[in-house]
């Protein structure tokens, strides 16, 4: 089949990859990995609106409510150096636990998700801006917002290119992209590949690398200020963990031995500092300007 890489345009690809029928093919030339056969958009909306159901993201983020809160204190730090307060728009929301922090630190915050229970959700429970529609479809004036993010997003979302220039058009000159999304080149990638708990098709159609990411921006018109990866030790562990260890008795038992005595993640919090260095931690985080000279 042929088709041109995203990000360079090349169209030489390998098989990283598969799962149930399911292929990930890698560009040769810069390393981005897509999701083949790629899903139609009425089959994402119905994965979408089964998978990222209100009721069940709850029981994901409430028991955890205070972890959630301080991870977003340090997105929201990590912001701050950039842009100290304004209009925040996040796509992807969820039930809108970001935005309630970034409402908390000063942003005035609006929220874009496809999942109507979770917009929802996030309008009732929180009294939250939430839109519940495609961001090409939703009324903002051009030049709208000081900061536009996307956590977890980007791999979702089938026509990347008209939906960047669509985010650059809401940005006020020198506004700031985040942008978020699982590192196919990282540690954990490499050990789990078909297992890797972040590759997830047909819901990830596009899976990226730090530099494939960082090109594909400023084609579209952005400047690279940061670009980092990281990635929490418990996910990395459970990951890892679920993907070599036999789903049999001895295997859970290892696994909670292993979950008590907190080796796993000793040796990881250690050890994933030096990966990261080198650019391979699971998470992508970029952060991103609106060139003015682009125009
Ligand atoms: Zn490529």
Redesign the pocket.
């Known amino acids: 089949m042929k088709m041109d890489?995203?990000?360079?345009?090349?169209q030489v690809f390998y098989t990283w990859t598969s799962i149930a029928g399911i292929n990930i093919q890698r560009?040769?030339?810069?390393?981005?990995g897509i999701t083949t056969p790629v899903p139609s958009a009425e089959e994402l909306l119905e994965d979408n609106s089964e998978r990222y159901i209100a009721a069940e993201r709850e029981k994901i983020y409430l028991p955890r409510i205070r972890y959630f809160q301080a991870r977003y204190h340090t997105y929201i730090k990590e912001i701050k150096k950039f842009k100290k307060a304004g209009a925040l728009l996040d796509i992807g929301c969820n039930l809108g636990i970001f935005l309630l922090s970034a409402q908390k630190e000063g942003f005035t915050v609006t929220g874009v998700e496809l999942n109507k229970s979770c917009a929802e959700y996030g309008r009732k429970r929180y009294g939250l801006n939430i839109h519940s529609d495609y961001l090409t479809k939703i009324d903002f004036p051009d030049e709208t917002f000081d900061v536009i993010t996307l956590y977890d997003v980007l791999e979702h979302v089938p026509d990347i290119k008209g939906m960047l220039a669509d985010i650059r058009r809401k940005l006020k000159n020198d506004g700031l992209l985040v942008i978020q999304s699982p590192n196919i080149d990282s540690v954990l990638a490499r050990l789990t590949k078909a297992k890797w708990s972040w590759l997830t098709p047909p819901d990830h159609l596009y899976h990226f690398n730090p530099s494939?990411l960082a090109s594909l921006l400023i084609s579209a018109g952005f400047r690279i200020e940061k670009s980092r990866t990281w990635e929490p030790a418990e996910d990395f562990c459970n990951n890892i963990t679920a993907a070599y260890l036999p789903r049999n008795i001895a295997g859970r038992a290892i696994q909670k031995l292993l979950r008590i005595s907190r080796i796993c993640f000793i040796v990881v919090l250690f050890l994933q500092r030096i990966w990261w260095q080198r650019q391979q931690g699971g998470l992508i985080q970029i952060y991103a300007i609106k060139d003015g000279r682009h125009d």
């Open positions: 890489c995203i990000v360079c345009g090349k560009c040769r030339s810069c390393g981005v494939g």
